[in-house]
């Protein structure tokens, strides 16, 4: 357990579909990361939250929507989502960009 | 171009033998995280470098900022060794922003 921990661990869901994934940690840092790492691809930075507030969307779909209601949890709502969605979802919060701790990630599955 | 480039992208190693991952990385970049993946998806990272040396276990992480390189040394290797290794580099762009850039991962084996 890294101290940063997501649930689900892995999701199925159809397109038509609406899920979130949840994010929590309780390490006292103040920046949350949404990472989506594709097959065969680096990860990708998709969203960043510093002290709550979303101070990065990197050109995400709108069917992708986070939202961060305190500094220990941060969500994914999804919905709509296309089969190239399929992913794994990674969670990592920091303290002032140092210090990354990841989660175990969320096995998106999109039929 | 990636920012951040590792090498190998794929590799087979006998228990035992000592192995080294690299990284060479732009300019901007102002510290190095390694960070290891097994399979199931969750990342642990190893290390985070900006000079010198870190040595955990039978874990070295080295890097030459004049260079631009980095280095993960994993000495008397063991099948548990196997996984993913991620080189990350830190960059900064402007102000208090700062982002990591993944490198795309070696992919190792270590077999009995």
């Known amino acids: ?111 | 171009k990636n920012e951040v480039e590792q090498s190998p992208q794929n590799l087979t190693a006998q228990e035992g033998e000592f192995i080294t991952i690299n990284c060479s990385y732009s300019v901007g970049i102002s510290a190095l995280h390694w960070l290891q993946q097994h399979p199931g998806g969750g990342i642990v990272s190893l290390f985070m470098l900006s000079s010198g040396k870190k040595k955990h276990g039978r874990l070295i992480a080295t890097i030459n900022i004049q260079e631009k390189h980095s280095s993960l040394h994993i000495t008397a290797s063991h099948p548990r060794d196997s996984a993913v290794y991620i080189c990350a580099g830190l960059m900064n762009y402007g102000g208090a922003t700062n982002k990591l850039i993944f490198g795309t991962g070696t992919l190792l084996a270590v077999q009995p």
Do not use: I
């Not at chain 1, 920091?94 to 039929?111: A, E, M, P, W």
């Open chain 1, 1 to 111: 357990e890294t101290g940063v921990t997501q649930t689900p661990r892995h999701l199925v869901m159809g397109m038509t579909n609406k899920k979130s994934l949840k994010c929590e940690q309780h390490l006292g840092h103040n920046a949350m990361y949404w990472y989506k790492q594709s097959a065969k691809k680096p990860l990708e930075l998709m969203f960043v939250y510093n002290f709550k507030e979303q101070t990065e969307n990197n050109s995400v779909p709108s069917r992708f929507s986070p939202e961060c209601p305190n500094s220990s949890h941060l969500f994914l709502h999804l919905h709509t989502l296309q089969p190239e969605d399929s992913a794994l979802y990674l969670c990592a919060s920091s303290q002032d960009s140092y210090g990354y701790t990841f989660g175990s990630g969320t096995r998106l599955t999109v039929v």
